[in-house]
């Protein structure tokens, strides 16, 4: 049995249906997951041979044939109306190729929008793959390669489930299926809220399901309930018209790194918690993660003490979390003997859920203009915000797909959060606000997305997909309360 047939816990629970054959069964689904699944795996590996990277540095053909690769893919899933769309950045050139397919619901069904992104993260040092990034690698129960797990695994979820949905329900599916698969989600998304407007009706639907998430780790599923905000900005200190000699000069007035550096260490107070009054925080975590696993996910190093209070989950997810991701001063081998007149920094704020940006980013400035150092001159400038997402539990489809998931692994699932973040789904919520939104992945704590070695473990990957058919034929039965 190859790694692509990994076993799982069978189970014969009915899945309510209103088809005249009668109720499917669970492993009616998982076993057309089966029959398919070495199909799907070479298909994926296909979307990892394609190196469409979505950033204007790069040429733009290979994400033009990442587009058509999916294109096809989802045609052949089964749906006709496969459209290839785009729409033009701020500066007149085209955003990244996105594609849309969309089955009609029957009378009384709901429409389920799949979303997915088929542009991937640049390589970075090829030095550090132990494989070659666009050559899909089987290993160790792993698909190695860039994409691999973000998000090309998340495209081929959608398809292969969709594809077991209708071989299993035949003529009695009904329900409104959309699949809109990003060409530009690693670039920021520059033209995601002015694509959705210009297809606003296209895409409209009662439950959308973003696969671009984490499980809780390998053999444990998990829906993502909640993603942290973020803002962004930048912090000038200035202390001098112009640089002077440090040894003519030096001694009654301090540099502007050095006072930068004051004013940095102002932003967490003696424990590591952020320090900035006004931001929301909260020690609420559904599930706890152990010191030990943060502390291999993340690479901490031994003797390195954790920052903050509270439970760690909630220190990743419901609490903010602030880093200096930039700063501008002289490098080392090129400094010379002078006092620098101005220094500036980059922060990067993740936002607990009910925080709002705007509330955030004025706190940020407030706290540094009242903490100037010495009496330096501050700038601040704001840079990108974005809002934080927490899912509606007791919502309907939160409550299929919990039990979907669960069913799908053979464990129940988790609730888990993100200590990062998804801005578009703001522009998702604010355009449908009706809808309900539910993030879900095929990734997990040694996935490695954005970094070298990316991978996906097979064995999730496959009850991923069995997951997601189920949640699509009970929605089919069951409907959705207050869908049209």
Do not use: C
């Amino acid at each position: 049995m190859t790694s692509s047939s990994a076993a799982t816990p069978r189970s014969t629970t009915d899945i309510p249906g209103s088809s005249p054959a009668g109720n499917v069964r669970t492993d009616d689904l998982r076993s057309a997951v089966d029959r398919s699944f070495d199909r799907t795996l070479a298909r994926l590996k296909e979307l990892v041979a394609i190196p469409g990277i979505a950033w204007p540095s790069f040429d733009r053909a290979p994400l033009e044939r990442s587009a058509e690769a999916v294109a096809e893919l989802v045609r052949g899933a089964g749906l006709g109306e496969v459209q290839v769309l785009s729409v033009n950045k701020a500066d007149g050139t085209p955003g990244g190729p996105a594609v849309v397919a969309r089955r009609p619901a029957g009378d009384g069904k709901p429409t389920v929008l799949l979303y997915a992104h088929h542009d991937v993260q640049p390589v970075g040092d090829e030095s550090l793959w132990e494989t070659e990034p666009f050559t899909a690698v089987e290993k160790g129960g792993r698909l190695f390669g860039r994409g691999a797990a973000d998000d090309k695994a998340g495209i081929m979820t959608h398809v292969a489930a969709y594809a077991a949905v209708s071989e299993v329900l035949a003529d009695s599916l009904d329900l409104g299926v959309t699949f809109f698969i990003e060409g530009e989600e690693e670039a920021g998304s520059p033209t995601f809220r002015s694509f959705l407007e210009a297809n606003r009706e296209l895409l409209r639907a009662d439950v959308i399901v973003v696969a671009d998430s984490s499980n809780w780790k390998v053999g444990v599923p998990a829906l993502t309930t909640s993603l942290r905000g973020l803002v962004d900005g930048t912090i000038e200190v200035q202390v001098l018209e112009h640089a002077v000699h440090s040894g003519m000069y030096g001694g009654p007035v301090l540099d502007a790194p050095t006072l930068l550096s004051r004013l940095i260490a102002t932003l967490h107070d003696a424990d590591g918690n952020v320090a900035i009054e006004g931001l929301v925080a909260t020690d609420t975590a559904a599930v706890e993660m152990p010191e030990a696993d943060y502390r291999a996910d993340a690479s901490v190093l031994d003797g390195v003490r954790l920052a903050g209070s509270g439970s760690i989950a909630s220190r990743l997810w419901t609490k903010p979390a602030l880093s200096i991701i930039g700063f501008d001063a002289p490098a080392v081998d090129v400094a010379s003997n002078t006092l620098l007149p101005r220094a500036r920094a980059k922060f990067s704020l993740r936002l607990a859920p009910g925080q709002v940006p705007a509330d955030a980013m004025e706190a940020v400035r407030r706290h540094v203009e009242a903490n100037a150092p010495f009496g330096a001159k501050v700038v601040f400038t704001p840079g990108e915000a974005g809002n934080p997402f927490r899912t509606d539990t007791s919502s309907a489809a939160a409550s299929v797909a919990m039990w979907a998931l669960g069913e799908a692994w053979g464990v129940p699932a988790v609730e888990t959060g993100i200590g990062g973040s998804i801005p578009f789904i703001a522009d998702l919520t604010d355009l449908y606000p009706a809808a309900q939104i539910l993030v879900t992945g095929v990734e997990d704590p040694d996935s490695r997305a954005h970094s070298a070695n990316e991978s996906l473990h097979i064995g999730d990957f496959r009850n991923a997909i069995v997951a997601e058919a189920l949640m699509l034929a009970r929605l089919n039965g069951e409907g959705l309360p207050g869908a049209e």
